[in-house]
Nanobody, 122 residues
């Protein structure tokens, strides 16, 4: 079964850090662009960051640029989102996705994980 699975969410204090991981199963993540998305209650999916197959191209949404870093380790079949200086408005369910069908920050991907919750308290 082809899937991606997120881990690493939880509770963080404002200004703190969290690292999310995305692991591929039945899929070599090295063959595809990857993206991180988030969805807060009552809101649509928002593209957070995306990374090319080699990691040479990276894009961020404006609200996280300079605070979040997306990386990948193709040998481990994993993609990461390092979140620092987190804010209460970063509270959301975070999703990993593989295989964009268009611009990589647009939530139009072939494979989605179930997500991991991130809650930031002030």
């Amino acid at each position: 079964q082809v899937q991606v699975v997120e881990s690493g969410g939880g509770l963080a204090q404002e200004g703190g850090s969290l690292t999310l991981s995305c692991t591929g199963s039945g899929l070599r993540l090295s063959t595809t662009w990857m993206g991180w998305f988030r969805q807060a209650p009552g809101k649509e999916h928002e593209g957070v960051a995306c990374i090319s197959r080699s990691g040479g191209e990276i894009y961020y949404t404006d609200s996280v640029r300079g605070r979040f870093v997306i990386t990948r380790d193709n040998a481990k079949n994993q993609v990461y989102l390092q979140m620092s200086r987190v804010k209460p408005e970063d509270t959301a369910r975070y999703f990993c996705a593989a295989g964009p069908r268009g611009p990589c920050l647009r939530p139009d991907y072939n494979i989605w994980g179930l997500g991991t919750q991130v809650t930031v308290s002030s």
